[in-house]
């Protein structure tokens, strides 16, 4: 049995009993994409999701059954971006806005606001006002991370740490230049910025837990971790937060952004993986009994 909270922002889905100090997060599977926003886009409803991490929340949803919370997101990225600070705004893009500091996040059209989707496609025709880009910011992302933020925070009271797994998918082009020749490229790569977002403990077992499901895995590159990894990443406080990026073409059809006829069956390996990382982070019986 699992306990579930809907906001427009979030959906949170609790076991009834929390097993371990594990939290489970999508930030980018959203696809409640508002009507004035899909009406005022130069994209079309296919294109616009090309940004999203289309169906992680499936891959991901039996976590509360093994004792972990999941958080996932409703809101999409292309309308309000959960993995970047909440002042990553966009000159380019939003009204009234300075330029600040250079931010390679930002200056590719990819803040909190995004200004284009995948590819670099412009979602919009002209620049949105300031007072919209605040009303976004307050309706969607102050309360998903407040719900991050509490998560992490009883995993660390309950059991003296937390980790964060942020789950995310990446599309395979992601992955074109990156791997040496004669070598394989990865399917998983997980990011902890390099041990500042977590222990290097807390990655072997999630590293161990993917290739003992056949899978290949590497390390910070190209995906390192994003905002979350390194806004709630604090290891020397056992605070750990591992992104775990996917390759799409695994489980999805990217130009469709429509589950592929592997879906099922790779669910069921994530399934299998997750099960594996809950039972190397249950404690023992004593401490349980504490």
Not at 89 to 115: C, W
Not at 148 to 153: F, I, P, S, V
Not at 251 to 256: G, H, P, R, S, V
Request: some cysteine; overall charge positive; charged content about 25%.
């Amino acid at each position: 049995m699992t306990l579930r909270t809907v906001t427009e922002a979030y959906e949170l889905i609790r076991p009834q009993r929390l097993a371990v100090p594990l939290v489970f997060s999508s930030p980018h599977s959203g696809r409640d994409y508002p009507e004035h926003f899909l009406a005022r886009s130069v994209l079309d409803a296919r294109v616009i999701r090309s940004s999203e991490d289309a169906y992680v929340d499936e891959l991901f949803a039996a976590a509360p059954a093994h004792g972990a919370p999941l958080l996932l997101a409703r809101v999409p990225r292309a309308y309000v971006d959960l993995n970047r600070a909440a002042d990553e705004f966009d000159p380019a893009l939003i009204e009234g806005v300075q330029r600040a500091p250079h931010n390679p996040r930002i200056s590719s059209g990819l803040g909190v606001i995004p200004r284009v989707v995948a590819q670099g496609r412009p979602i919009y025709h002209g620049k949105i006002p300031r007072s919209e880009a605040d009303l976004r910011i307050a309706r969607y992302w102050h309360p998903y991370h407040a719900a991050l933020h509490a998560l992490t925070d009883e995993a660390t009271r309950r059991f003296g740490q937390s980790v964060l797994i942020d789950c995310h998918s990446m599309p395979r082009e992601a992955l074109e230049g990156q791997v040496r020749p004669g070598f394989a490229r990865p399917e998983v790569v997980l990011g902890d910025r390099y041990g500042a977002a977590a222990g290097r403990e807390v990655v072997d077992r999630l590293e161990q837990a993917f290739r003992s499901a056949g899978l290949r895995v590497a390390r910070n590159s190209p995906f390192a971790g994003a905002y979350i990894a390194q806004a709630y990443g604090r290891p020397s406080r056992r605070q750990h937060v591992v992104q775990v990026e996917i390759d799409r073409s695994l489980y999805l059809d990217e130009a469709q952004v429509l589950r592929s006829a592997d879906f099922d069956a790779f669910r069921k390996l994530v399934d299998g993986v997750v099960a594996t990382v809950v039972a190397g982070f249950r404690p023992n019986t004593a401490l349980a009994a504490e």
